[in-house]
């Protein structure tokens, strides 16, 4: 009988063993995904670490924007195509206009100049009809109550993941909605990173944040904090689609933060299920299980592995632009224009920690799309004659495309104007910076170090942000000439940085007051070997003047506290954009923002009373002649000033494989995905195609084996066989 | 012996004690709170306000280990000290700082870790005992050269150019399995594979140096060659005598390392895309998130007082003289 049973058990067992191995083996052996996975309309992409919020009032990290960007709908976002970029309604019904107002009360024009408006609203529509995911937050019982709150602990007790939540609902997106998640900025257990910003911004936020934190000290740690009670003119329902939100003074660039996650909405339901005993416990929280109105939801949340957004089943009707910049069409991106989002059902993003995997599974055609590292840039791309890159003959084999944008980004070398040597706004000072500005040469650093994905920086403001200027126009006259001949920039003459560190009182790189050589402090994150190569090129940079450079590398928390402190002397720092406005660049330069005095992000300490000025006139104005003139005059004080040293500008490079359609960079939008089209049955076709097993290795390693175990054999048989004399004369 | 293992566990409190001052103190005098949070709220906006929030609403306002506006006892307890670490021997975990569950994240990470470590661990175990034992059969001669050479060799080369290679020629050249991955359940074995193989490879040279250097030492003493005075066979001798002679030095690498295969491998996890507590833990530190290194080290800690105890235990069944007072 137990000898029967043992059979039978065997027997099951191997049935599973010999059906596992069939289910591996109905695609490509080495296929990652279940079988048949590839043959639906499904996207395939990576994720390099897990994200480590999905709330959007908290998450403001590109590698989080990614999910949340997906799922969650502010009012506004950037049209997928259009450039330069443009902002266009999403949930809101219509784009939002300012309305302005003394300090009485009374209402201005909407061409008052900034300094008389003590206040703006934006009134904000939200289309109706819009509605959430399914979500259990919304499930009601019978008599219309929620049926998950309060939950009973036994229910909970047999809930391990989220999808074991049997019931879910849904309901329509109203004002309330956008107006909650506002309070949210203030919540004392969210801890929004822009609060601190937009408590500058919206009216009674702060005097919000300061309430609520007091409230949440009387409460235990989870427990549920009513953040919809205590009075906030900052943000008020008008009607059940309409919201107003008052900002202090006159703010323009909120338009932007509007397409940001930041602003998307949130129901108060999902906050109070959450906040339930034994919630925090199973991972269930607002930061980790996201509930929007987004042509995607996440239906399965596994950071240390996979992330999958699966079609928004109640996602409303949005469609592919018809209309876009001039070479669209010829593109083939309106090919899908009219057509009803997203065109993909899902999309799966797996956790590739390492560059290597990541892009041997893409050119296997398991990853749809991928970055290029500088380890597989020298396969994927070839440099032309004319320093414009190409896809390598072997990606044009594979049918792989590659797409290049210029990124919102500013990379620069930074000096600390509190600096006695380097800063502060004497002539000296300003002709040493100058001098360092020349001779340190990007061009050089972009090609030795970035494959050439980067372009040369002339200011502060990268291409495609409003106020930057091409050509002759654009370029640094303290660094560059225009040699119209060639119609490029062209370095100055190292003779010229010479001149101006002697006249800086440091000829030949020594102090004409002690006759000692000139020695500065770089600060920098980068260290170990990898980085050594970097370090050295900047020591070589500065020796071409015989300045002495002391690199001083040091990890992320001791190089954020020099800088915070103004210990640094140079350092190198960069800025990607939030919006795509000059304002979100040039602030970086603003006196009142200097790290040292108020904390801010103008991480050089520069402070020049004009450009202070120009810049409180010019952060609110509109795009235009008159706002070009003031930029134009802003750039040229930075770069006389030479607080940074304007280094690059990256680039993005992508490629994707021929199945993927729909394909346009857009460094700003965040929702992307639901424009994106996979040709499944061509993916499949190429898969096999590439991903033929081998087996002869198999047998080489099999004879191998035999011809090592063999011999060894046949010794121990002749040892077993052996007499003593044998044995002792071997 | 009861008694023994009781002496030995109420040792582990003070050596566990002992490993989280370290720790605490190690990790607090590189990072201070306020560098957790800034690490935790982004390189932008950040004002001094938002880092006292997140400290306080994460309990790193307290002192680290004198609470010297507190009274009586409330002195010593009230610190971040005795706050965040003293827990750990009730395994409370806590939450680590995004919010995420730590016992949850180890159960379920563990997992992973294991399918990995423990085919690798006895597969390995079988194959370079059995190994060791064929070189020391064929000591001085052609193979046994042939071997030991190959092993030093082996043993020269870089864990990071085996997972690499193996991940070239295996999983892209040659299309047998998946590059990188995990699939939870039986359809795991796919993704399995080459990792176990990889760590096979990677482990072949030092142990099977290691395990044929202590069977040459036992093959050379006396009762060996009473044993093949006696007429047994060679196969019986290395087998049965000197396997079961060398077994307390096996052991002692061997048994202690058993616990410890739960906390999984640093870089066949992260290269495989294994979601185990190896990668678990390199991604907490490179994220400054003291919640989960310091319950990992702890973790670790028990781990190997545990794999101390069990060898100590283990000695007593493969050597009867060997008696645990």
């Known amino acids: 009988m137990r000898a029967a049973m043992h059979g039978r058990w065997t027997r099951g067992w191997l049935g599973v063993i010999v059906a596992a191995l069939l289910a591996g083996c109905s695609g490509p052996v080495n296929s990652p995904y279940a079988p048949g996975e590839t043959e639906r309309t499904v996207l395939f992409t990576a994720f390099g670490e897990r994200p480590k919020h999905l709330d959007p009032a908290r998450s403001y990290s590109e590698d989080q924007y990614l999910f949340i960007g997906n799922i969650y709908e502010p009012p506004l976002q950037y049209h997928y195509l259009k450039r330069p970029y443009q902002l266009e309604p999403l949930t809101a019904a219509a784009m939002p206009s300012a309305r302005f107002f003394d300090a009485a009360g009374r209402e201005l024009p909407a061409d008052a100049p900034a300094a008389m408006v003590a206040r703006s609203e934006y009134e904000i529509r939200v289309r109706p009809g819009i509605r959430y995911q399914p979500h259990p937050a919304f499930a009601r019982k019978a008599d219309g109550s929620p049926r998950y709150v309060p939950i009973d602990p036994r229910e909970l007790a047999g809930i391990r993941r989220f999808q074991d939540f049997a019931e879910t609902g849904t309901r329509e997106l109203t004002a309330e909605d956008f107006v909650y998640q506002i309070r ?27 309430t609520l934190a007091e409230e949440a000290k009387t409460l235990p740690r989870d427990a549920y904090l009513d953040i919809g009670r205590p009075a906030f003119e900052g943000a008020v329902v008008v009607d059940r689609h309409t919201y107003r939100v008052r900002i202090r003074g006159k703010y323009p660039q909120f338009l932007y933060w509007l397409a940001m996650p930041f602003f998307s909405p949130v129901p108060e339901e999902a906050e109070r299920f959450y906040r339930q005993p034994g919630m925090a416990e199973r991972n269930f929280s607002l930061d980790w299980q996201p509930v929007g109105t987004g042509a995607f939801h996440l239906a399965e949340n596994d950071p240390n592995r996979v992330m999958r957004l699966r079609r928004n089943p109640n996602f409303r009707e949005d469609f592919y ?4 910049e001039p070479a669209d069409a010829g593109a083939g991106l309106l090919a899908d224009a009219g057509k009803r989002l997203p065109l993909v059902d899902e999309v799966v993003f797996t956790l590739e920690k390492e560059d290597v995997p990541y892009w041997n599974k893409f050119l296997q055609g398991y990853y749809d799309a991928s970055g290029i590292s500088s380890d597989s840039f020298d396969q994927a791309i070839r440099i032309g004659a004319d320093g414009k890159p190409d896809l390598s003959p072997e990606m044009r084999e594979r049918g792989i495309a590659l797409s290049v944008a210029a990124r919102p980004t500013l990379w620069y070398l930074g000096f600390n104007m509190a600096d006695p040597v380097l800063g502060g706004t004497a002539e000296r000072a300003r002709k040493l910076r100058q001098a360092i500005s020349i001779a340190v040469d990007y061009d050089e650093f972009i090609s030795i170090f970035t494959n050439g994905r980067a372009e040369r920086a002339h200011g502060p403001l990268p291409p495609g942000i409003f106020g930057h200027r091409e050509g002759a126009a654009g370029i640094n006259p303290v660094v560059f000439t225009w040699d119209a001949e060639r119609g490029e920039a062209r370095r100055r003459d190292l003779a010229e940085a010479r001149r101006l560190l002697a006249e800086a009182g440091y000829p030949n790189g020594r102090d004409t007051a002690t006759g000692k050589p000139l020695t500065l402090y770089f600060d920098t994150m980068a260290s170990g070997p990898e980085a050594k190569s970097r370090l050295d090129w900047y020591r070589k940079q500065f020796a071409k003047l015989d300045i002495q450079l002391v690199v001083r590398s040091t990890d992320y928390n001791r190089f954020q506290d020099k800088i915070q402190k103004g210990n640094a002397q140079m350092f190198e720092w960069g800025w990607n954009a939030d919006y795509p406005d000059p304002e979100n660049f040039l602030f970086l330069l603003y006196g009142p923002n200097a790290k040292i005095q108020g904390g801010g992000e103008n991480a050089s300490n520069y402070r020049n009373p004009e450009f202070d000025r120009l810049f409180d006139q010019m952060k609110n104005m509109d795009n235009g002649p008159e706002r070009q003139a003031l930029i134009d005059r802003m750039v040229e004080i930075a770069r006389a000033d030479a607080p940074w040293v304007f280094a690059f500008h990256p680039r993005s490079f992508g490629l994707r494989h021929g199945w993927v359609m729909n394909a346009k960079p857009n460094q700003m939008a965040h929702n992307a995905l639901k424009y994106r089209r996979v040709e499944p049955a061509a993916r499949v076709a190429y898969q096999t195609r590439w991903n033929r097993p081998a087996w002869w290795p198999l047998a080489a390693s099999g004879a191998l084996l035999v011809a090592v175990v063999w011999p060894a054999l046949l010794g121990y048989r002749r040892r077993q066989r052996a007499t003593m004399r044998e044995a002792a004369d071997a | 012996m009861l008694d023994y293992i009781l002496r030995r566990v109420l040792y582990a409190f003070p050596i566990l004690l002992g490993v989280n001052l370290l720790t605490f103190g190690l990790f607090f005098m590189v990072n201070t709170p306020d560098d957790m949070a800034r690490i935790h709220l982004g390189a932008k906006h950040v004002t001094q306000e938002a880092i006292e ?7 790193y306002d307290k002192p680290l280990f004198f609470n010297a506006e507190a009274q009586g006892v409330a002195k010593a307890a009230d610190t971040l000290f005795v706050e965040k670490s003293l827990k750990l021997f009730l395994f409370e975990f806590g939450a680590a700082d995004d919010g995420r569950d730590i016992a949850r994240e180890i159960q379920t990470r563990m997992w992973p870790s294991l399918a990995i470590a423990l085919p690798t661990f006895l597969v390995g175990l079988l194959c370079y005992v059995s190994f060791a034992l064929l070189l020391a059969f064929f000591r001085g001669g052609a193979l046994d050269t042939g071997g030991v050479v190959l092993c030093v060799a ?12 193996g991940q070239y020629l295996m999983g892209k050249l040659w299309n047998w399995f998946p590059i990188s991955g995990y699939q939870p359940g039986w359809a795991a074995w796919p993704f399995l594979v080459m990792p176990v193989i990889v760590g096979l490879v990677a482990g072949i040279g030092d142990s099977t140096r290691f395990y044929r250097a202590l069977f040459l030492e036992e093959i050379g003493k006396d009762y060996v060659r009473t044993a093949r005075a006696k007429g047994l066979s060679e196969p019986r001798v290395l087998f049965r005598h000197v396997l079961g002679n060398a077994m307390i030095p096996i052991l002692t690498g061997v048994v202690v390392v058993i616990p410890r295969l739960f906390l999984g491998g640093l870089i066949i996890e992260s290269f495989f895309g294994i979601p185990g507590l190896g990668s678990y833990t390199i991604d907490a530190i490179q994220a400054q998130d003291f919640a ?3 319950s990992m080290v702890f973790l670790g800690s028990v781990l190997y007082i545990i794999g101390l105890v069990l060898t100590d235990l283990s000695y007593t069944l493969v050597d009867p003289r060997v008696r645990l007072e």
């Open chain 2, 292 to 294: 989960i290194v310091r």
């Open chain 2, 154 to 165: 082996l043993m020269s080369i870089s864990g990071l150019f085996y997972v690499i290679g």
């Open chain 1, 321 to 324: 632009p018809s209309e876009g």
């Open chain 1, 184 to 210: 949210r900025l203030a919540h004392p257990r969210v801890q929004s990173p822009i609060l601190g910003l937009m408590s500058e911004h919206i009216v009674g936020l702060k005097e919000l944040a300061a």
């Open chain 2, 53 to 59: 929030t997140w400290k306080r609403e994460h309990g």
